[in-house]
């Protein structure tokens, strides 16, 4: 769903905000870890690069790739590496999965529209589009 949600934010522009939180599956050992990555890079002002790049790039998740990508962005890669052995942001992921749990949020993709959980997963650019601008659209 990555890309088909950062196409519709790319078109609909200032009339959505993406809000993004960690929700690390326990059975993928690589989750956390990518989601400490994207916060590290965060720090630097780079958290949605970082998350595309770690989405186009899944299958390589892992040490050497965090490292690659934080100096491919241009990041100070000893910051970054500090905050990924120091874990200075796995409180922060943690908190997310916590509250994601508190509300029954089953695991990912999950999607909130203007506070309310969107039933089932959107499986297409055209259907998640639907839906947010019909939610546009009463808005108004």
């Not at 993709?109 to 959980?117: A, K, S, Y």
Request: proline fraction near 8%.
């Amino acid at each position: 769903m990555h890309p088909i949600v950062d196409r519709l934010a790319d078109e609909l522009g200032s009339q959505v905000k993406v809000v993004y939180r960690h929700f690390p599956l326990p059975n993928h050992p690589q989750a956390g870890p990518a989601a400490e990555a994207a916060e590290a890079a965060g720090e630097q002002g780079k958290f949605w690069p970082m998350v595309n790049a770690l989405y186009a790039n899944q299958k390589e998740l892992g040490p050497a790739l965090y490292v690659r990508l934080a100096r491919e962005l241009g990041l100070n890669v000893a910051a970054f590496s500090a905050s990924m052995e120091g874990h200075t942001n796995l409180a922060r992921i943690q908190a997310d999965l916590a509250e994601a749990r508190k509300q029954g949020i089953p695991g990912t993709p999950t999607f909130v529209l203007n506070g309310q959980r969107l039933p089932g997963v959107p499986g297409s650019y055209e259907t998640l589009e639907r839906v947010v601008r019909a939610a546009l659209g009463a808005a108004r």
